[in-house]
């Protein structure tokens, strides 16, 4: 996507941010007005590139509140490299259905959102739902300026031997080369995709979220604001309440 384009991405309107985290306060889906009921099962949270498992809290109390298990992704910061990210969270979902007895929901924000697509591809016969939020999954460089430069200065720590950020590596390196792969690959059948997207998303560019596996849901949210957003709540709400078709191994238990 063209340089001129990325610069043109509102990012000043991530400052509504608190305006959407009270009129969410405010909002009855916060109390689970108007939305199906869950069914028990377990749902994983991964955040955004440099957030951690305290951003998607209220989203996780929520779940909660309105019948589901939610499960934290166990992060401080989402900086890892991405292999060992999604090699760790595989075994996460491999725990949550053994004990759910069925396949579990994966929602993400941001670049949570392309690792919840990657865990979808990677193992299907493990999740039923991967629910993006504001995630580029079709242009992982559609974001705006000011973040790239965030995104090069961590992978350039994390290739002088920094300690639990992505590197060079990730982008062209071996080590990585099996995600790419899987990442450019074709998304299972048996797996629902859901891609949240804001036309006035001020990191993303909106369009890279347009992955033409998902189904697209536009809300009005900043990047940041879709986790507290009741647009984004509700959306999440009716991703989660649709079941896929039976996936190829579901009898995990």
């Given at each position: ?11 000043w ?45 209220l ?13 934290r992704?166990?992060?401080?910061a ?144 900043s ?7 009741a ?12 079941r ?10």
């Amino acid at each position: 996507m063209r340089a001129l384009s990325l610069l043109r991405i509102p990012i000043w309107r991530e400052a509504r941010v608190p305006l959407e985290h009270a009129a969410l306060l405010r909002d009855p889906v916060l109390r689970g007005k108007g939305v199906s009921p869950g069914d028990g099962s377990s749902v994983l949270l991964i955040p955004g590139f440099m957030a951690g498992d305290l951003s998607l809290g209220l989203m996780a109390r929520w779940l909660r509140d309105v019948g589901y298990r939610p499960s934290r992704a166990r992060m401080r910061a989402n900086v890892d490299c991405t292999t060992r990210i999604v090699d760790r969270l595989e075994d996460e979902l491999e725990r949550l259905a053994e004990r759910d007895g069925d396949r579990i929901a994966v929602v993400g924000q941001s670049r949570g959102g392309a690792i919840a697509r990657l865990l979808a591809v990677r193992r299907p016969d493990l999740v039923r739902t991967a629910l993006a939020l504001g995630t580029p999954l079709a242009d992982p460089f559609a974001v705006h300026p000011f973040v790239r430069v965030q995104v090069t200065a961590v992978g350039l720590l994390g290739t002088l031997g920094v300690p639990g950020l992505f590197s060079r590596a990730c982008l062209d390196g071996d080590c990585c080369a099996e995600i790419r792969d899987q990442a450019m690959g074709p998304f299972p059948d048996d797996v629902t995709l859901v891609s949240v997207y804001s036309r006035s998303d001020g990191i993303v560019h909106w369009e890279a979220c347009l992955d033409p596996a998902a189904r697209h849901v536009e809300v009005d949210a900043s990047h940041i604001g879709m986790a507290v957003n009741a647009e984004v709540f509700r959306a999440v709400a009716a991703a989660l309440s649709r079941r896929p078709r039976a996936g190829r191994l579901r009898a995990v238990a």
